[in-house]
């Protein structure tokens, strides 16, 4: 299974009919629980909205809605609002958090923290997915945003986080494209070398759950045309459902070009905490937000003690 | 002045009337020829085609031209043609360089060999121009092919090669956006502190004909509501005409995202060397490698010897 569009994936969810509970940090943001409503509307989720009560009742009843039909939590500063949702998800009456109205850095340094037990053994990464007007389906990436130059280790763990997060979506063994600027292994490419050792390793069993391809070009990964040009044969090829980066960098690039270039809708959350974790950016369109609350629902097998 | 189409500069090397002398060394292959063709008769440059003259001649037959109104030298070793190519820089008939029916690496490892006296005290590097049809003008993207992860001085080098032949094209003081994943300073990303230093050299005169910005990322370097959505004051945002990459493979994974997701056309070129080189691979289409003749002739000022 794949989507073509976020609008099947949305349809996707609304047919399991079993939202997800969403704490919403610092949830006084316009924009934050406009999405928020939105989703709740679309029957994704069901919000537990903690920060300034007051705030977010007038912001609320703004955007048409009456408070007390909310879970409002009064706990005004964004810190304690965010260790208040960490209690929410340890005692299982959370499936996911979203960032409001505080800085990243304040919710991250909440969720990292080892006294919070929201870690696991793995690593933490975020995952872009986006919709691209010139390709057939949804494309995620990783890691666009938290680890800066991940180690092949951390690439693995990174790639086993996305591909947990699209079989929970319902993509059942994604196409795994391991980025490099050649397909060729190349000694002085650390990340041909490192996508090659993904590929050896998804072929040893040490991957499962996906399909890996590797080293491979951007081209090769998406582009049908230029695979057939260039006589590559690979059931990846042409066909990826994810594309792993080699460094944060290259694919902050990679995604900004197809936002801002290609005409991208772009969703986000952070995998490798107990929960997902929805953060938007200050410039983040509605659209993208709303999506992104979409995206971790998806994300999100249901909790055995929901 | 700056262009909004490869056409428009087209146009302006048409109206210089002064074609430039072109080698194109294992001239006979039939792409390489066909754009070469289509550049003679648009009267961009006056070829010298370099290789197997018998099978040069029969392509030029078979593309309805005449070979006698053609200057043809047989050598057809591909390393002597390019050998050949390089005497003909030295006594001054070559303005230009272009590969035909020959690996890459073998023109390159003749370029680069001290004996052949082409390279220059500068660090040889790829410039990349793109026709975005969502941007306002052409975009150049340095380097994305030649060196892998350059160090600030080599950066301050590629950048002066772009902005020289970005000059010589008649974009006058280029807007230059030195690439990261955000504005900010960040002691653990390189590229944020490489895209500073770039900067504060800029202001101090040091890097000149152009206006540097950096670190700068993508959507604030090329997207206008961007900028005015994060507010974000400088010159050169939203406005780019050079991005400064900081690695090949980010640079890779850009420039195909804006080819094959974008629709974005492209042409590039090796500068560095006494003469600049048109280097286009097997998948190029006939449009991109006739756009890169119309780069590199755009990009080269008239020999004082020509």
Sequence with gaps: MSFAHFSELLEHIRARRSPRRLAVVAADDPHALEAVLDA?????????????????AILLRRLGERPDRFRIEDVADPTAAARRAVALVHVGEVDLLMKGRLETATLMHVVVDRSSRLRTARVMSHLAVLEIPTYHKLLAITDVALNLAPDV??????????????????????????????????????????????????????????????????D???????????????PVAGDADLL?????????????????????????????????VVMTSRSST??????SIVLAAAATRELVHG
Excluded at 220 to 234: F, M
Excluded at 256 to 270: C, E, N, T, W, Y
């Design 153 to 218: 280790e951390q690439k693995h763990q990174i790639t086993l986080n996305a591909v947990e997060a699209l079989a929970a979506m319902g993509v059942v063994r994604p196409k795994v494209a391991v980025m490099a600027a050649a397909e060729e292994l190349n000694p002085k490419h650390l990340d041909s070398l490192d996508a090659a050792e993904l590929k050896r390793r998804s072929l040893a069993g040490d991957l499962p759950g996906c399909l890996v391809e590797g080293p491979i070009s951007y």
């Design 244 to 276: 792993v980066v080699p460094g944060l960098t290259a694919g902050n690039l990679l995604v900004k070009a197809l936002m801002f270039s290609a005409g991208a809708k772009f969703a986000g959350l952070v995998l490798g905490a107990k929960v997902p």
């Design 40 to 56: 709740v509307r679309d029957g994704v989720v069901e919000p537990i909205l903690i920060g300034d009560a007051a705030a977010i």
């Design 286 to 291: 509605a659209l993208d937000k709303q999506m």
């Design 220 to 234: 090769l990964a998406i582009d049908r045309e230029a695979v057939t040009l260039k006589r590559y044969a690979s």
